[in-house]
């Protein structure tokens, strides 16, 4: 399996990138995934661990940016889908730039 970049958008305003491959994601975040939003322009979904509420704080890009995230807690995985809905490298660069308007 090829690994991918995928862009994390922590609570504290953190945004970091790494290589993973697309099937450890639900293992990252606990085996337990949900779609919290997406940058269409960017061919960009969003994940998030399900079910995050309580002392996990909430995110703060998806308090800044309701238009792309659904409030969420604890951190945002940004996850690169092609034209066909296959995995590819999230644009880390086009994606920063949406996100520090």
């Not at 450890?24 to 085996?31: I, R």
């Amino acid at each position: 399996m090829n690994k991918n970049l995928i862009v994390a958008l922590s609570t504290n305003g953190t945004i970091r990138s790494f290589q993973i491959e697309h099937n450890l994601l639900a293992t990252y975040l606990n085996d337990d995934i949900q779609f919290c939003g997406a940058i269409v322009d960017c061919n960009v979904v969003a994940i998030s661990a399900k079910n995050q509420s309580g002392d996990i704080p909430i995110n703060i890009f998806s308090t800044e940016h309701p238009e792309l995230f659904d409030l969420t807690h604890g951190e945002i995985l940004l996850v690169g889908s092609d034209l066909n809905g296959m995995e590819c490298d999230v644009d880390v660069e086009r994606v920063c730039k949406i996100l520090t308007k």
